[in-house]
């Protein structure tokens, strides 16, 4: 699997950005891709998790209210939509995928997954 983010940049507080995920094609057989963010000097903290199979997704409380995950499979792309953005947001965004489930511990815990992006960076800032 390989996954490669985009999307990332400079906002204002208040703004939206969208940020995509390509994924390679066996990404979307994995149980699970997410959204995981890790501000500077700080830990990576899950967002939001989306099912290829069935296409449900999950929600962090996080930025929940403030952002939708989707899935195009016909482009291998996995998007995140944030809206409202707040200084806070300031974070290294990745992309991973769940491909083992021997692992797996549920859509938000971290160790769930054995794929990752090298991350997009986005800063909140005016």
């Known amino acids: 699997v390989q996954l490669g983010e985009s999307g990332g940049g400079v906002v204002q507080p208040g703004g939206s950005l969208r940020l995509s995920c390509a994924a390679s094609g066996d990404a979307f057989s994995s149980i699970a891709l997410a959204w995981v963010r890790q501000p500077l000097g700080k830990s990576r903290e899950g967002i939001s998790a989306i099912y290829p199979p069935v296409t449900s997704s999950y929600l962090g409380d996080l930025m929940k209210g403030r952002i939708s995950i989707s899935l195009d499979k016909a482009k291998n792309m996995m998007y995140l939509q944030m809206n409202d953005l707040k200084p806070e947001d300031t974070a290294m965004y990745y992309c991973?995928?769940?491909?083992?489930?021997?692992?797996?511990?549920?859509?938000?815990?971290?160790?769930?997954?054995?794929?990752w992006g090298r991350g997009t960076r986005v800063t909140v800032s005016s």
């Open positions: 991973a995928s769940a491909g083992r489930t021997d692992i797996w511990a549920g859509p938000l815990k971290l160790g769930s997954y054995n794929s």
